[in-house]
């Protein structure tokens, strides 16, 4: 059974840090394009930051850039988001999404249930 739980998001005061943490099952994130989106209310859906497979290289959308950094943990089969410097236009569900091309079949797209993060003073 494949799965994707997003965990970490909350509450943070502007210019601080969470760590949201994607733990897979089901497959091998190091086999997938493993990518972090956000939605806010009322907007679409916008890709945050990917991280390649099996090489791991990575790809930000320009507003993560500098301050969000991808990761993956093959060992623990676990993605994360580390985000800093955290701004008020941040705050949206982010969902972590799991995406592999195949050659007979359509891609894989495995999506998690999203973690809320808010950011307020």
């Known amino acids: 059974q494949v799965s994707l739980v997003e965990s970490g998001g909350g509450l943070v005061q502007p210019g601080g840090s969470l760590r949201l943490s994607c733990a897979a099952s089901?497959?091998?994130?190091?086999?997938?394009?493993m990518s972090w989106y956000r939605q806010a209310p009322g907007k679409e859906r916008e890709l945050v930051a990917t991280i390649s497979n099996p090489i791991g290289s990575t790809n930000y959308a320009d507003s993560a850039t500098g301050r969000f950094t991808i990761s993956r943990d093959n060992d623990k089969n676990t993605v994360y988001l580390q985000m800093n410097s955290l701004k008020p236009e941040d705050p949206a569900v982010y969902y972590c999404?799991?995406?592999?091309?195949?050659?007979?079949?359509?891609?894989?797209?495995?999506w998690g249930q999203g973690t809320q993060v808010t950011v307020s003073s």
């Open positions: 999404d799991a995406y592999r091309i195949s050659t007979y079949r359509p891609p894989y797209d495995y």
């Open positions: 089901g497959f091998t994130v190091s086999s997938y394009a």
